[in-house]
């Protein structure tokens, strides 16, 4: 009890000897266990998740499940220059609008690919001004890997191995998972191996 305690209150996870297994979020056959919101494209090629700009509204596809405290690992390449992102912790208000924390795609020469941003909400809560190897380590264009941990009111990234974010906020304690087709006309991006490890 001690050191559950003890990391609730440095905002991480109590360290466990041995952790649940991982879950697959994505079968690589079909959509099931998601749920579409807005007008995006979603489907499955060559066990990839590929998500496509459809009638230009801003658009996600979304675990039917919530989570709280996980690991989650998954990699994804961005085929056209749209900016998307991934939604963690995140929910739908009355009038079908995500909001919840967003781990930044970013392919535009800003490059915050891997920071934090609090859609629908408040915008910009960690971006990467300050991370120039966080900012370089973005592959434009190829397969990517990015790692997004929260324990608690903890929250960490990492792009390609290299760390992003490392922050705490108190908005959201659970919420689902969503992948993001940004409005406009220029973004598909493919998604494959996601691997959510609960925290304990």
């Not at 690589?28 to 919101?37: C, E, K, Q, S």
């Not at 009638?55 to 405290?69: K, M, P």
């Not at 960490?156 to 689902?176: H, K, L, M, Q, Y």
């Amino acid at each position: 009890m001690r050191l559950l305690a003890l990391a609730l209150l440095l905002g991480g996870c109590a360290t466990a000897p041995t952790r649940p297994a991982a879950i697959e979020l994505f079968n690589g056959r079909d959509l099931t266990g998601w749920r579409a919101i807005g007008d995006a494209r979603w489907q499955v090629e060559n066990g990839e998740l590929v998500g496509s700009i459809g009638g230009g509204s801003q658009s996600f596809l979304a675990t039917e499940r919530e989570y709280s405290d996980f690991v989650l690992e998954l990699e994804l390449k961005n085929e056209l220059p749209g900016n998307s992102g991934v939604q963690v912790r995140s929910h739908q208000n009355e009038k079908g609008r995500v909001y919840g924390y967003q781990i930044e795609i970013d392919p535009s020469e800003r490059a915050w690919s891997g920071g934090l941003y609090d859609e629908g909400r408040r915008g910009w809560l960690f971006d990467l001004k300050e991370r120039p190897e966080a900012r370089a380590s973005f592959r434009n264009g190829d397969w990517n890997h990015y790692r997004i941990e929260l324990c608690g009111n903890r929250i960490r990234t990492w792009v390609n191995s290299v760390p992003a974010v490392d922050t705490t906020d108190e908005a959201d304690a659970s919420g689902f998972i969503a992948l993001q087709v940004h409005s406009g006309n220029n973004t598909r991006v493919r998604f494959r191996n996601l691997r959510l490890t609960p925290l304990p």
